[in-house]
Structure formats: C-alpha cells, structure tokens
C-alpha cells in the first residue's frame, strides 16, 4: 500500500470511496478507534489493568486471528495467487519458523524474534496509514507532487520514531505490545538510549514530525476543500493517536492518571490500536476480496479469514508444546514466541503483496475495476481447510474461556474444583501453563494459608522455574516459620536474575536467622553493599537492609550509620511505616542488637 508508483485514475469511473464514507472513516481511516481513545481517556489507568481479559480476548480472536488469516487466504487461495507467491511464502516461512523453533531453546534468539515482533509492528501499522491516505489521494484525484510526498511520507515515519526512542531508552515509556510476556523466558532488548541523549532525540523529532506535518498539510488544505480531504485527514489524525500523541505524553509524564496515556498501562492501550489496525486491514482485504470475485460473499469471506488465522495461531502453540516438541508452557514464552513468529511473517507477506505498483493491486484499489480470479482451490482442500480450522478455532475459543472462568474467577471465587478442572482442560488443549498455580497461591497467601500457597507455587516451579515465582516461595516460607527452607528459593531468585531486590532479598536470608547452619553474614553485606550500589543511597529499604547485614557481623557503627542514611530517605519519601522500623532497628543498634525476625 505504501507505494507512491500508482496508475492515474479516471475521474468518470473513479469512486472516492472505497465501501462508503461511513466504512471508510469508521474503518479503514481509524475514526472509529478515536471514539476508543476518548473512552479509555475517561477511565483510570487503574480501571483499565482492572478489567475483563476474556473481552479483550475475544475482540482479538474476532478481529486479529481474521487479520493474519486474510493474508494467508490472499497467498494461497487461487493458484495464481499461490504460483505468484510461492518464493516469498516457502521461504519466509522456513526463515521464520526456524528461528521460532531455536528461540524456545535459546533465550537468547527468542528475545531477539520478540524484539523484531515489538519494533516491526509500529512500523507495519505506520506503513499501512501511509499507503492509505495516498490511496484516497489518488482515488479524488488529488496529485501531489514528489516533495508533498516525501513530507507526508516524513511524517509517518517521524510519529513512527517517536515510539521506537520511547521504547528503546532508559526512561520509562511503556511496552507497544498487545500481549504479555511478563514472567516469561524472553525480555525485550533494548539499545538503552542514556536519558540526556534520549530526552533531546525525542524533543528534536518531535519538532520534525510538527513541521512535516503542517508543510504538507498546510498547502493541501489551501488547495482543497476540508470535505475532499477528509480520509486523508481522518488517517493522519489515527496515526497520531495510535503513535504521536500517546508517545509525547508518556515520555514527559503528563496525563498518566489517564488509561490511553499512562506508562502503565501501555500494553492495553496498544491492544486496542492493534485491532484497530486489523479492522482496517480486514476493510480493505474485503473490499479486494469481492472486486476480484463478483460473487464475493462478505460473511463466508470473514469465516475463512477466521479459520485460517486460527491455524496459523493455534497449529504452532500445539505442535511445539511442552506435550509435543516444545520446552515452554504457554505462558512462559511459547505464546509470546508464536505471537511475534506469526506477526513476522504477516509482516513479510504484506509487504509483497499489497503493493501498488502491482497491476492488480492497483486497479482494483486505485481504479475500482472488477477482476476475476482464478478458479479457488478443489473441494477436498477446502473441507480440510475448514476442518482444521474450525478445530484450531475451538480451541482459541477453549482456551480463553478456560483461562478466564475456568481458572480467574474460580479462584476469585475459592471455587478449587472448578480450577482444578480448568488446568486439566487446557492440559487437554496442549495450552497448559504456570501462571494458574502462581495465582491460586496468591488467593491462599491473601487467606493467609501459607501452606497451601507453598504447595501451589511448588507444583508451579515443576512447570516453570521463574525468578519472580522462586522469590515469592522464599517469603510463603519465611511467612510459614520456615526459615530455613527459604535459604534455597532466595538463592535461586537470585541466581536467575541478578537483580538488586533478588540481592536484597538473599541478603537478608542470610544475615537474620541465627538457626540456619548455611547462615552466611560476611556474603550477605557484600549482596547489600552491591544492591545499594545500583539502587543508589536514596532507597530506604536497600539501605535498611545493608544495616541489617552489617549488625549481623557485629559492625554496628556501620549499621547506624546505614539505619540513619535509611531513615532520612524513608522520612522523604513518607514512608512512615518504614520510617518507625527503622527507627526501632536504629535503637537496638545503638544497643549493640542486631536484628531477629518475630517469632
């Protein structure tokens, strides 16, 4: 779509609508997704992390699945189609899918494909935009000339770079990304952009993307009427909301109380950019479906893109499964991993077949001539299409429903059976995963069962070793009065991630409990005096534990002073809770008493 090189229309024969100005502005140039921003611009962030996943993830099945499932059709449908692309599908796929296999059993590779997935997807959407608002240009017989489109090119590209130096520098500015990869095997690579560098790349392209925007709509609107623009102005409009505007905010902290806007909810908000995105592909895919088959049926056309996109999905999470080939549960990466393999691919095909110096391409997208297509696959391939189809599809559709009232409300309602029976389902899909033991140990620890959480979090550990969920049986164990036992957990958390709370964590284990034969002070202080390091002398509860350590070795000079650093910081913050125990650990300090936790 992105293609300047297209054919000039014929004004007599040339609607300025693709399926009708209603579809078009709603659809295919985002407006409908502004009327989203304005709603999730009402509610809290809070509100918005709060909220039903299984609605998210049935919008997502009935609007992303068909997305990528309209590409697959496009490929592999007729046999012009499939002779046409059969290089760039065979290939691509063979690429993609093998570093998708490697990833899952090198960490390494894996966050190298989800990396790709994050910073492609931005820029697949901004392409898609681009290409759209040169089409309704051409298609109302608005000619510009290479410098008004290089400009407008500029701009897209510009909003585009604002998300990728938010995401890729030191300060916080959310994750572009509608699913979750938290707690799994594969992070995110960062270049790291220091923030003094970030800062002013950011305010310079922001600058940039300002003035390429007003020089090449400032002519156009001089030039022509508001009414002839209106798509084009509607697209540009959507880009800014998908990428400009929520970028800005983030990166200078304004509006985070505010769901569309906030760090912290990021994730979410761009879930709802991607469908809108998916809307508009599925927009266009229609209305090039039914100009190159007059007997085009919109519903069956939606029903295939719906089987297919389940097969693309589902198939690869099945065949690479902790049951078949696979070392990842679903939920520690094998989905994550599927989800960028998939999204890759979608991206490489797209950007082949969707272009408009295509003859094809172009006369039905620019000059609304009617093409017939070769004659569809035979019937034997069709029926086994819509066979495995709609079994991957009922399995999607399985899946969520297990996992949101089968496994989430169950355990909000104590219901353990109900729970119990879910994980055997998914079990029975090849979609079973960690997180449900994790949660249900955190429905016993809010009861106050420190045993059974225990036992949940262990039984989890079997199926995924993560340092979050090792961290937290350290405490379930420090909480049950086994100290001892918390020694191992403490030292895993830590060994996996290396991260100052993990040190902190350790620290502590091994300077309190006089009872622990494997109790080890002098390595705790070099833990705490590491952590504080990192964290710098301003955190009060790095700073307490360091105290903490050096009492247990008998420096309590160097306690006190550790104490008092922590208490001025805690003061600060006005963490007063903190404040008092620091203060009652500062006492027995300056009465040569270390510190012992309650019985």
Same mark, same amino acid.
């Given at each position: 779509?992105?293609?300047?090189? @297209?054919?000039?229309? !014929?004004?007599?024969?040339?609607?300025?609508?693709?399926?009708? &100005?209603?579809?078009?502005?709603?659809?295919?140039?985002?407006?409908?997704?502004?009327?989203?921003?304005?709603?999730?611009?009402?509610?809290? *962030? =809070?509100?918005?992390?709060?909220? +039903?996943?299984?609605? *998210?993830?049935?919008?997502?099945?009935?609007?992303?699945?068909?997305?990528?499932?309209?590409? %697959?059709?496009?490929?592999?449908?007729?046999?012009? $189609?499939?002779?046409?692309?059969?290089?760039?599908?065979?290939?691509?796929?063979?690429?993609?899918?093998?570093?998708?296999?490697?990833?899952?059993?090198?960490?390494?590779?894996?966050?190298?494909?989800?990396?790709?997935?994050?910073?492609?997807?931005?820029?697949?959407?901004?392409?898609?935009?681009?290409?759209?608002?040169?089409?309704?240009?051409?298609?109302?017989?608005?000619?510009?000339?290479?410098?008004?489109?290089?400009? %407008?090119?500029? +701009?897209?590209?510009?909003?585009? *770079?604002?998300? @990728?130096?938010?995401?890729?520098?030191?300060?916080?500015?959310?994750?572009?990304?509608p699913i979750s990869f938290a707690g799994s095997a594969f992070s995110f690579i960062s270049l790291g952009i220091p923030l003094d560098a970030q800062a002013a790349l950011f305010t310079l392209t922001l600058c940039a993307y300002l003035i390429a925007l007003a020089s090449v709509l400032i002519p156009l609107l001089r030039a022509h009427s508001m009414?002839?623009?209106?798509? #084009?102005?509607? #697209?540009?409009?959507?880009?800014?909301?998908?990428?400009?505007?929520?970028?800005?905010?983030?990166?200078?902290?304004?509006?985070?109380?505010?769901? +569309?806007?906030s760090v912290s909810s990021s994730a979410q908000a761009f879930m709802w950019v991607g469908v809108a995105h998916s809307v508009q592909y599925l927009w266009i895919t229609d209305y090039f479906a039914a100009r190159s088959a007059p007997a085009h049926n919109h519903a069956r056309y939606f029903m295939r893109a719906v089987l297919a996109g389940s097969?693309?999905?589902?198939?690869? @999470?099945? %065949?690479?499964?902790?049951?078949?080939?696979?070392?990842?549960?679903?939920?520690?990466?094998?989905?994550?991993?599927?989800?960028?393999?998939?999204?890759?691919?979608?991206?490489?095909?797209?950007? #082949?077949?969707? !272009?408009?110096?295509?003859?094809?391409?172009?006369?039905?997208l620019v000059r609304n001539e009617t093409r017939e297509d070769a004659a569809p696959q035979p019937a034997w391939a069709r029926r086994a299409f819509l066979g495995v189809g709609a079994l991957c599809f009922a399995i999607y559709a399985g899946n969520i429903y297990e996992r949101e009232f089968g496994m989430a409300r169950a355990l909000i309602a104590?219901?353990? $059976?109900?729970?119990?029976?879910?994980?055997?389902?998914?079990?029975?899909?090849?979609?079973?995963?960690?997180?449900?033991?994790?949660?249900?140990?955190?429905?016993?620890?809010?009861?106050?069962?420190?045993?059974?959480?225990?036992?949940?979090?262990?039984?989890?550990? !079997?199926?995924?070793?993560?340092?979050?969920?090792?961290?937290?049986?350290?405490?379930?164990?420090?909480?049950?009065?086994?100290?001892?036992?918390?020694?191992?957990?403490?030292?895993?958390?830590?060994?996996?991630?290396?991260?100052?709370?993990?040190?902190?964590?350790?620290?502590?284990?091994?300077?309190?409990?006089?009872? =622990?034969? /494997?109790?080890? &002070?002098?390595?705790?202080? #070099?833990?705490?005096?590491?952590?504080?390091?990192?964290?710098?002398?301003? =955190? &009060?509860? /790095?700073?307490?534990?360091?105290?903490?350590?050096?009492? /247990?070795?008998?420096?309590? =000079?160097?306690? @006190?002073?550790?104490? +008092?650093? *922590?208490?001025?910081?805690?003061?600060?913050?006005?963490?007063?809770?903190?404040?008092?125990?620091?203060?009652?650990?500062? $006492?027995?300090?300056?009465?040569?008493? $270390?510190?012992?936790?309650?019985?």
């Amino acid at each position: 779509l992105c293609s300047p090189h @297209m054919a000039r229309a !014929k004004e007599q024969t040339l609607s300025p609508w693709l399926q009708g &100005p209603a579809s078009d502005l709603l659809l295919g140039c985002g407006l409908l997704y502004a009327g989203v921003f304005a709603y999730l611009s009402l509610i809290s *962030a =809070d509100a918005m992390l709060s909220g +039903s996943t299984w609605l *998210a993830a049935a919008v997502i099945l009935l609007t992303g699945v068909p997305h990528y499932g309209a590409t %697959l059709l496009r490929v592999v449908e007729h046999p012009q $189609a499939r002779a046409q692309y059969k290089r760039w599908t065979t290939w691509s796929g063979l690429i993609v899918w093998g570093i998708f296999a490697l990833g899952l059993y090198q960490q390494y590779v894996g966050s190298l494909l989800l990396t790709t997935y994050l910073c492609w997807s931005p820029w697949h959407y901004t392409l898609q935009n681009y290409g759209i608002a040169l089409m309704f240009l051409r298609r109302r017989g608005i000619e510009t000339d290479q410098r008004a489109r290089r400009l %407008l090119y500029a +701009s897209f590209i510009l909003s585009f *770079a604002l998300t @990728m130096i938010v995401l890729h520098g030191q300060a916080a500015g959310g994750i572009y990304v509608p699913i979750s990869f938290a707690g799994s095997a594969f992070s995110f690579i960062s270049l790291g952009i220091p923030l003094d560098a970030q800062a002013a790349l950011f305010t310079l392209t922001l600058c940039a993307y300002l003035i390429a925007l007003a020089s090449v709509l400032i002519p156009l609107l001089r030039a022509h009427s508001m009414r002839a623009l209106l798509p #084009v102005l509607a #697209v540009i409009f959507a880009q800014a909301l998908w990428f400009s505007v929520p970028a800005a905010f983030r990166f200078y902290g304004l509006g985070q109380g505010i769901a +569309s806007l906030s760090v912290s909810s990021s994730a979410q908000a761009f879930m709802w950019v991607g469908v809108a995105h998916s809307v508009q592909y599925l927009w266009i895919t229609d209305y090039f479906a039914a100009r190159s088959a007059p007997a085009h049926n919109h519903a069956r056309y939606f029903m295939r893109a719906v089987l297919a996109g389940s097969i693309i999905w589902i198939a690869p @999470m099945i %065949l690479f499964g902790p049951s078949l080939l696979g070392p990842l549960p679903y939920d520690a990466g094998l989905l994550a991993l599927a989800a960028s393999a998939v999204n890759i691919q979608h991206f490489i095909l797209d950007g #082949v077949i969707w !272009k408009l110096r295509d003859e094809k391409i172009a006369g039905v997208l620019v000059r609304n001539e009617t093409r017939e297509d070769a004659a569809p696959q035979p019937a034997w391939a069709r029926r086994a299409f819509l066979g495995v189809g709609a079994l991957c599809f009922a399995i999607y559709a399985g899946n969520i429903y297990e996992r949101e009232f089968g496994m989430a409300r169950a355990l909000i309602a104590g219901d353990f $059976a109900r729970y119990e029976q879910a994980e055997q389902r998914l079990g029975w899909l090849g979609l079973a995963g960690y997180k449900g033991r994790s949660n249900a140990a955190l429905v016993y620890e809010s009861k106050g069962d420190y045993a059974r959480a225990i036992e949940q979090l262990e039984r989890s550990l !079997k199926e995924w070793e993560s340092p979050e969920s090792w961290s937290r049986l350290c405490y379930y164990y420090q909480r049950a009065r086994r100290s001892a036992e918390s020694r191992l957990p403490c030292t895993r958390a830590f060994e996996m991630s290396r991260t100052p709370d993990a040190a902190l964590q350790l620290a502590l284990v091994l300077s309190v409990y006089p009872e =622990d034969p /494997a109790r080890d &002070p002098a390595r705790a202080v #070099v833990l705490a005096e590491d952590a504080v390091r990192q964290v710098g002398e301003r =955190d &009060p509860f /790095a700073l307490n534990v360091l105290g903490i350590t050096y009492a /247990a070795t008998g420096r309590f =000079d160097d306690a @006190m002073r550790a104490a +008092s650093n *922590a208490l001025y910081a805690a003061q600060s913050l006005g963490e007063s809770e903190l404040a008092k125990k620091i203060e009652t650990l500062l $006492a027995g300090y300056q009465r040569g008493e $270390a510190y012992r936790p309650p019985n």
